[in-house]
C-alpha cells in the first residue's frame, strides 16, 4: 500500500483548511468577548453585567474546546481517552465550585447568627495622617512638653554637648 503524493497534499490541505477555519473561530470568540467585556464596563444594571458575565464564560469554555480538541489533538483521540481527561477536570470545577458555595456559606451564616463575630472586610478604619520629618519631631516635642511641669526644680540641668 503506497500513498501517493497527491494523497499526501490532499490530507495537508484539509488539515491545514480545518486549522485556518478553527483560528478563525477562536479569532471571532475573542473578539465577541472583547466587545462584551467593554461594553459590560459603561452598564450600570447588575442584571445585565451578570449576563454578559455569562456569555462571556460560556465563550470561553467554547474557546478551551477548540483548544483542546484541535491543538491538543484530542477531537480524534480514543473516547477512553477522552473520558480520562473530561470526567476528572469536570469533577476538579464541581469541587471548586462546591468548595467556594460552602466557604461563603459558613461566612454568611457566621456573620448572621453570631453576634460577637465582625467580618474583618467589613471593619472601617481610620487613616491617620502621618506627620513627616521635622514636623512629626516637633509636635511630640510639644507634647511631651505639654504633659511636663514647667516648674524649674523638675528640669533637668541641661548637659554638657561635647
Do not use: C
Request: avoid cysteine; proline fraction near 3%; charge should be neutral.
Amino acid at each position: 500500500m503506497s500513498h501517493s503524493h497527491s494523497d499526501h497534499e490532499a490530507h495537508n490541505a484539509e488539515a491545514m483548511a480545518e486549522i485556518k477555519k478553527v483560528t478563525i473561530i477562536l479569532s471571532v470568540f475573542t473578539i465577541v468577548e472583547l466587545i462584551l467585556g467593554f461594553w459590560m464596563m459603561s452598564m450600570t444594571s447588575a442584571a445585565l453585567k451578570l449576563a454578559i458575565k455569562g456569555t462571556i464564560v460560556i465563550l470561553m469554555m467554547a474557546k478551551a474546546f477548540y483548544i483542546v480538541a484541535y491543538f491538543m489533538h484530542l477531537k480524534h483521540e480514543v473516547k477512553n481517552l477522552i473520558m480520562t481527561i473530561i470526567v476528572p477536570l469536570s469533577l476538579f470545577v464541581w469541587f471548586i465550585g462546591a468548595f467556594l458555595w460552602d466557604g461563603s456559606s459558613f461566612r454568611n451564616l457566621r456573620n448572621n447568627y453570631n453576634p460577637y463575630f465582625k467580618e474583618q472586610s467589613t471593619i472601617k478604619v481610620e487613616k491617620k495622617e502621618e506627620e513627616h520629618g521635622a514636623a512629626k519631631h516637633e509636635a511630640t516635642e510639644a507634647k511631651h512638653e505639654s504633659i511636663a511641669p514647667t516648674n524649674e526644680t523638675t528640669k533637668p540641668a541641661k548637659e554638657p554637648y561635647y
